[in-house]
């Protein structure tokens, strides 16, 4: 299972400095002057788990093999993007395809870099990003009304709730809140699911602050804070510059760097965490001669779902799991020293796996 996030934001507020800083390059353009992005630019980045490395401290290995996400770093959005203006709607394709959007707002002060909105308030500027998404998801949901409604006219039962439920995403949208904030039924969402409507994917704001904020203490930040707040929305504050600083040095300077700054984990670090989080994700393991391995799986996920994201043939082939916990590794030290103190478990079809869980599957041939 891969996790895909969009940076989403208005120009110049620093969503080229985080996808650099996420993807450990300079694979995206960095500029003073709007749409120095003119295409979505893609990178897939290690999530970082510092529980592989234990695990192969005893467990001989000869590869440690860490999940994975894709970060695409979309264009900057403007006022009237959804009608054309600036490099207008035609990167939302990428939008459409992320899982969870991390929209970057500025909350730094700096005379060097150019303010879109020509003054700094970030809730104002998150919401000029969400009103065109909204006004895109308006075109969509509009389209639609009219393609079953002339199905409902027919008797269609089936389009007939269709357009109810689209009626109602529109009058939603038409009050100006994003379509998360809208109470969904599971059958509703999964309606809902191929329209690839942009306002009901989890948003994650990322405020960007300056080096003088690194606490996000400012009222800029809280400004933000109370905006998602009210949106059902999450945000996490990092400086993109010290993000970019600190990818390029080696471990031990970023640890005393770190250190120096009153960091306890790098704000990517943070960021790529509450991604995961945000949209139910966690991780179990595979760990043997060959690899240990990290498997993205949701919550709630059976064992026979969790084997299936390394084969999709796991899923109907699965018989049962020998499962311990990464706790139990760390304390005892060895598999061996696990299944003599009782702690292997066989576990088998209904068996929920949970984050952290070390797995054994057998399937059938």
């Not at 403007?78 to 939302?92: P, Q, R």
């Not at 970030?122 to 909204?134: K, R």
């Not at 498997?295 to 082939?317: L, M, N, S, Y």
């Amino acid at each position: 299972m891969g996790l895909s996030c969009g940076i989403v934001g208005l120009p110049n507020v620093g969503k080229s400095t985080v996808f650099n800083a996420i993807t450990l390059g300079e694979t995206s353009e960095r500029a003073n002057f709007m749409f120095s992005t003119k295409d979505p630019v893609r990178g897939v980045v290690d999530v970082p788990d510092p529980r592989l490395a234990r695990i192969a401290e005893f467990i001989a290995t000869k590869r440690i093999v860490p999940a994975q996400m894709t970060v695409v770093d979309i264009p900057g959005i403007v006022s009237g993007s959804s009608h054309g203006e600036g490099l207008g709607i035609g990167f939302l394709g990428a939008i459409k395809e992320s899982d969870v959007l991390l929209h970057v707002v500025r909350c730094f002060e700096s005379a060097d870099v150019q303010s879109v909105s020509g003054s700094i308030d970030p809730a104002i500027d998150a919401e000029i990003v969400e009103l065109e998404l909204a006004q895109a998801d308006l075109q969509t949901l509009e389209r639609n009304i009219e393609r079953t409604g002339k199905k409902a006219r027919t008797g269609d039962k089936d389009a007939v709730k269709q357009k109810e439920l689209f009626d109602r995403c529109k009058a939603h949208l038409d009050k100006g809140e994003p379509l998360r904030t809208l109470e969904l039924a599971a059958t509703d969402a999964a309606t809902l699911y191929p329209l690839f409507l942009m306002t009901i994917k989890p948003v994650l704001f990322v405020a960007n602050v300056g080096q003088d904020d690194i606490a996000g203490t400012s009222k800029r930040v809280q400004e933000l804070r109370d905006y998602a707040a009210r949106t059902k929305a999450r945000m996490i504050h990092v400086c993109a510059d010290i993000e970019a600083e600190l990818v390029r040095m080696d471990a031990g300077d970023r640890a005393e760097f770190m250190k120096d700054l009153g960091m306890t984990a790098s704000g990517l670090t943070r960021l790529i965490h509450e991604g995961f989080d945000l949209l139910g994700l966690q991780s179990y393991f595979t760990a043997g001669e060959i690899e240990v391995r990290a498997w993205v799986i949701h919550r709630g996920d059976t064992a026979p779902v969790g084997a299936g994201v390394i084969h999709t043939d796991f899923v109907k082939k699965f018989v049962r799991a020998q499962v311990y916990t990464f706790d139990d590794l760390m304390e005892l030290h060895s598999e061996a020293a696990i299944k003599a103190a009782g702690k292997l478990r066989v576990e088998g079809k209904d068996y929920v796996l949970r984050d952290g869980d070390v797995c054994h599957f057998l399937v059938a041939n």
